[in-house]
């Protein structure tokens, strides 16, 4: 069967994102901030999905899998969309595309450095413009709600994520609703914030059931 030319674009789109090594080659502050390790970039892109899942960058286990959420922040995402694993990985179903593409290692407490620098000015817009099919965009964690909401730096993710109607209750384009990261690091914030779980998620649930199925 022959691609449509929608496919094509996305195929050719992927495929330079595999061979992306930006981070490693040209890093944004200087040969010194390299990334230390060799590149692997993970991304789902698609030309039917109707969600993008907007996250932040890949952790080790997903760096060394290739398989997006495939951690136990991915167990919790999938807890929160009431999807199988089947359905999550289901390109015709779900975009996954972080704001960085790589994992970006560690600091020196050993958490997850941010998203790499280079990465969405050199892609995210491209990202965006080869899947207008999208409707819903999940946007989780503090990164990718700044870029797609376009959010003030002072607002804390608190506040975006309980203010989560305007961006989600809109009558024309794409909705986007923000969403804490689903790490379990973030449980402490669950139990503080029992509002995510009673009034967001049963609408985040309904969304995502009505554009998969």
Known sequence: MA???D????????????????????????????????????????????????GQAPGLRVHESGIPFNDASGDRLRAWLAVTRDEFYDAAKFAIAP?????????????????????????RRAVIDAMPQIELVLAIG???????????????????????????????????????????RNSGWLRRNPWFETELLPVLRQSVDSLIR
């Open 3 to 5: 691609l449509t030319g």
């Open 7 to 54: 496919e094509q674009r996305i195929g050719l789109l992927r495929q330079a994102i595999a061979a992306c090594r930006i981070c490693r080659d040209v890093p944004a502050k200087g040969i010194e901030d390299r990334l230390p390790h060799d590149p692997r970039p993970v991304a789902v892109l698609s030309s039917t999905a109707k969600i993008l899942i907007a």
């Open 99 to 123: 704001m960085g593409f790589c994992f970006p290692g560690y600091n020196a407490k050993g958490h997850d450095l941010p998203p790499r620098r280079e990465c969405a000015p050199l892609w």
């Open 142 to 184: 503090g990164y990718a709600q700044g870029w797609h909401l376009k959010r003030v730096d002072k607002e804390r993710m608190t506040d975006t994520v309980f203010n989560w109607r305007r961006s989600f209750m809109v009558n024309h384009g794409v909705r986007i609703l923000p969403l804490p990261h689903p790490s379990w």
